[in-house]
């Protein structure tokens, strides 16, 4: 009784398993159907439910795998895979496509190992052959790309990456390092484009994380981008680019923040050397650095230090070409060091900028001190400052007259008689122009002193002398040693 029940029990559970194997063949050939199709869901359920009924066939994970890569879900397309292989290490396709899951996810070492693999199975085997180079080439990508990362040479590494991504499209590895060199590039929008593609994947990614911190960071939105240091360290603690970045991130805001209060408290020779520290911590920080450069220049112009303002103005607009604060400041020193030119040549960029009207009345009053500064500046003849008094001018013009009078010089060679007599004369016109309020007024306004009748060249020096001067004996300058002399009226 025992025997036939033990074979009966046999055939039963052969006949289960044929049943089994059966509708899992069926599974996989609707599977197979909806690839044709390229409905990858629908290919991959029925896959998955070949499996379910017969988890020991390989064929069944090596078509959901080509099903998954489809869907670009290449991690679980390589589990399946290897999954694949380890049933069967004989099946060709099932190598093929574990070396290309690899590629795709960046390993290319591994990849070269699968492709290998399926070139001692089919030695003639032309897509194993095409994928080996492909795999060579990310390889020498990464070797070429890790040079260029250590020479700073950024551009090259965005190119070694875009070249690799070609067929390793699924790295998050090459993003994040493409990621990384377009943030030090500047080019903070497509960083910032590509770490969210992966954020979006992968929330807890703590590079991706990283990288928008850096991103931030150097767009001078220092506390945000300590967040996403902070975030990234907490998904992976010994990660130490977030590490140092997030303590150059709180140093340079601390240190910014410590300048700007002895700025405000007046204290500007410590808010100087603040700003001079900051400026050490971090080099790639160009936007922040920009700032730092122009805070200290109005820290320099505070403490007189024009040249270097200009300077410091100078280094912020090399950073940041946009940088229109940077663009005034300097133009207010230029225009304090009589350098008109040039702040017209600012204050016109400003003005092509940021079309205001106060951009506009800043443009205009330079370039009136511009057309000012090229005619003779009469204050200056008479060596008195722009705002002096109507006693200051005639006492300048005493003192200048005397200086340059010909009877002065009358012993000296002709060409110093003729020199000095120019300069006679010269004292002699700004005198005629600053000791007249209708024409001193004109000729501060930038107006032309010809206008309305006012000939400048209409005045006799020596005329305008004794009149100053209302000598009824006449005058005459004696010498009272070699090379001096004195004034004396008759």
Do not use: W
């Not at 408290?265 to 603040?274: I, M, R, T």
């Not at 805070?295 to 070409?321: P, W």
């Amino acid at each position: 009784d025992l025997i036939p029940s033990f074979f009966d029990t046999c055939l039963v559970f052969l006949s289960v398993c044929l049943l089994e194997h059966r509708e899992a063949e069926g599974f996989k050939e609707q599977g197979n159907a909806f690839y044709i199709n390229k409905d990858y869901a629908e290919a991959f359920n029925y896959y998955s439910k070949a499996i379910d009924m017969c988890p020991k066939n390989a064929s069944y994970y090596g078509n959901r795998a080509a099903t998954l890569m489809m869907l670009y879900r290449y991690r679980e397309a390589l589990e399946d895979s290897q999954q694949a292989v380890r049933l069967d290490n004989d099946f060709m396709k099932g190598h093929l496509r574990e070396g290309k899951c690899h590629l795709s996810l960046g390993n290319a070492m591994a990849a070269s190992r699968c492709f290998q693999r399926v070139l001692e199975l089919e030695p003639d085997n032309s897509q194993a052959q095409q994928e080996l180079k492909n795999a060579e080439s990310i390889l020498e990508y990464e070797k070429m790309a890790e040079i260029g990362f250590e020479k700073r040479d950024f551009r090259m590494v965005v190119f070694c990456m875009d070249r690799a991504l070609e067929a390793a499209a699924a790295c998050h590895r090459f993003k994040i390092l493409k990621a990384e060199c377009l943030a030090l590039l500047g080019r903070y929008a497509e960083a910032q484009s590509v770490a969210s593609d992966i954020l979006r994947i992968d929330s807890t990614n703590a590079d991706a994380l990283y990288v928008r911190g850096l991103c931030l960071y150097y767009e001078d939105c220092i506390e945000k981008a300590v967040q996403f240091f902070v975030q990234a360290l907490r998904m992976a603690p010994d990660h130490d680019k977030a590490r140092l970045a997030c303590r150059d991130a709180k140093a340079l805001k601390a240190k910014k923040e410590e300048g700007n209060t002895a700025f405000k408290e007046g204290n500007y020779d410590a808010a100087y050397e603040l700003y001079s520290e900051a400026l050490t911590i971090d080099p790639n920080n160009i936007k922040t650095n920009a700032k730092l450069y122009c805070n200290r220049a109005t820290v320099g112009s505070k403490l007189k230090r024009l040249e270097q303002a200009i300077e410091d103005c100078t280094k912020a607009i090399k950073l940041d070409e946009t940088y229109v604060k940077a663009y005034l400041r300097r133009a207010q020193c230029y225009m304090d060091t009589e350098q008109y030119e040039e702040a017209v040549r600012d204050y016109e960029k400003v003005y092509q900028t940021e079309k205001t009207k106060e951009h506009k009345h800043l443009l205009k009053h330079a370039q009136l001190e511009l057309k000012k500064s090229k005619r003779k500046d009469y204050y200056k003849v008479l060596g008195v400052n722009k705002n002096a008094t109507e006693d200051e001018i005639k006492k300048g013009y005493r003192k200048r007259a005397l200086l340059h009078h010909p009877d002065r010089h009358s012993g000296a060679s002709p060409e110093l008689q003729k020199e000095e007599e120019k300069k006679f004369k010269e004292v002699g016109e700004a005198f005629s122009v600053l000791s007249d309020p209708k024409k001193k007024s004109r000729y501060d306004s930038g107006q032309d002193l010809e206008d309305d009748g006012m000939n400048v060249g209409d005045f006799d020096a020596n005329n305008i002398f004794k009149a100053f001067f209302g000598s009824p004996g006449g005058f005459s300058f004696e010498a009272s040693g070699p090379g001096n002399f004195f004034f004396q009226f008759g």
